[in-house]
């Protein structure tokens, strides 16, 4: 079964760092790319950036860019959304999903992790 | 960046057929694709590039693209389709509507 497992639930402090993490299987990881897609609390999804596991080559939003960092583990079929100091507002839902495109991306999301909550609070 | 809008809500009666807009500046030009978030749920894929069905979506799903309107149609609608949906396409970033939140009557 083709699926995406995210990592469990977060509380942190402001300030204090965090990875998350997205493991695949049932396809080949290398060769497709992974997106992570927020969702604040009762808002809607947002794009945040994009992951190519055989080279990592990464493609951030421009609201994004700065603040997080997308990164892989082919050795272990893993993508990770990353954060050096987190803030309140970065409290929301994080989700990862497979680019359908196999080598490019641009295509819909076909799979999707069962998401990342994260709080931020102090 | 460029901006999809969708409309708050669409409220139908069961067995209706629910149409949910998604407007964008030459959105007939982009290939669009459509998901269905379920309370508590991740979202899922139910049509891409406009207008194909991923293996396991009823055929009640469909999508059609122009001009500055693409639309998803939900017919015969049950109550199981509550649900908020949205668009999405590719321009120079990856561009997700507001989302569109489905009542069934």
């Known amino acids: 079964e083709v699926q995406l497992v995210q990592s469990g639930a977060e509380v942190k402090k402001p300030g204090e760092s965090l990875r998350i993490s997205c493991k695949a299987s049932g396809y080949s990881f290398s060769t497709s790319w992974i997106a992570w897609v927020r969702q604040m609390p009762g808002k809607g999804l947002e794009w945040m950036g994009i992951i190519y596991p055989s080279d990592s080559d990464i493609r951030y939003s421009p609201s994004i860019q700065g603040q997080v960092r997308l990164s892989v583990d082919e050795s272990v079929d893993t993508a990770y959304l990353q954060w050096t100091s987190l803030r309140a507002s970065d409290t929301g839902m994080y989700y990862c999903?497979?680019?359908?495109?196999?080598?490019?991306?641009?295509?819909?999301?076909?799979?999707w992790g069962q998401g990342t909550m994260v709080i931020v609070s102090s | 960046s460029y901006v999809l809008t969708q409309p708050p809500s669409v409220s139908v009666a069961p067995g209706q057929t629910a149409n949910i807009t998604c407007g964008g500046d030459?959105?007939?030009?982009?290939?669009v694709h459509w998901y269905q978030q379920k309370p508590g749920q991740a979202p899922i894929l139910v049509v891409f590039?406009?207008?194909d069905r991923p293996s396991g979506i009823p055929e009640r799903f469909s999508g059609s693209n122009s001009g500055n309107t693409a639309t998803l149609s939900i017919s015969r609608v049950e109550a199981g389709d509550v649900a908020d949906y949205y668009c999405?396409?590719?321009?120079?970033?990856?561009?997700f509507g507001g989302g569109t939140k489905l009542t069934v009557l």
């Open positions: 030459n959105i007939g030009s982009k290939s």
């Open positions: 590039g406009d207008s």
């Open positions: 999405q396409v590719w321009e120079s970033s990856c561009e």
């Open positions: 999903a497979r680019d359908i495109s196999s080598g490019y991306y641009g295509g819909p999301f076909d799979i």
